[in-house]
Every structure is written in C-alpha cells, then in structure tokens.
C-alpha cells in the first residue's frame, strides 16, 4: 500500500513550494528554525520522538486498522518513543 509514503512525499512537496511561494510560510518555518536554535536538544528530541515513533504511529492506525488503535500501538510507542529520543543529536 504505497499510499502513506506518497502522502508523505505531497507533505514535504506542500511545505516546500509554500516555503518559497509564501512569506507567511517561510516566516513560520524560519520562526520554527529559531526556536529549535534556542531550544538545542530539547525541540531535537522532541520533533525524533513526534517524527519517528507518534507520526508513524499513527499512519499505521489510520491506513492498516483502519482509523481503529489497539493495545499493540501503546506498546509500540512505548519502545518507539525512548528509542528515538536517545537516537537524536544537536546537529
């Protein structure tokens, strides 16, 4: 099912035309750069764990189970989560 992947694909395709075809948007991602410079480590591990284990997390639920979560996902999380926590760096 290659749909969750092109649906991730269009998002990144959305945000960059936006990026240069919108002040607005170039101001909040520019914003958004800003706070991760003030933050350092704490918006990095943040954004791992909301990109590599939540984000994930939930496609499964809304393109496999068909929007249903089952006691499987809590448990994934529980790994995911602290795995991408410790897995991210300041760079």
Same mark, same amino acid.
């Given at each position: 099912?290659?749909?969750?992947?092109?649906?991730?694909? !269009? &998002?990144? +395709?959305?945000? %960059?035309?936006?990026?240069?075809?919108?002040?607005?948007?170039?101001?909040?991602?520019?914003? /958004?750069?800003?706070?991760?410079?003030?933050?350092?480590?704490?918006?990095?591990?943040?954004?791992?764990?909301?990109? !590599? &284990?939540? +984000?994930?997390? %939930?496609?499964?639920?809304?393109?496999?189970?068909?929007?249903?979560?089952?006691?499987?996902? /809590?448990?994934?999380?529980?790994?995911?989560?602290?795995?991408?926590?410790?897995?991210?760096?300041?760079?």
């Amino acid at each position: 099912m290659p749909f969750p992947g092109l649906i991730l694909q !269009g &998002a990144m +395709l959305a945000i %960059l035309i936006a990026y240069y075809a919108s002040g607005t948007v170039a101001d909040a991602l520019d914003r /958004l750069a800003q706070y991760k410079q003030q933050h350092g480590i704490t918006f990095v591990i943040g954004a791992g764990m909301v990109a !590599g &284990a939540i +984000l994930p997390e %939930l496609f499964v639920v809304f393109f496999f189970q068909r929007g249903k979560p089952h006691a499987q996902n /809590l448990r994934n999380l529980a790994f995911t989560i602290p795995t991408w926590a410790i897995d991210c760096d300041s760079g």
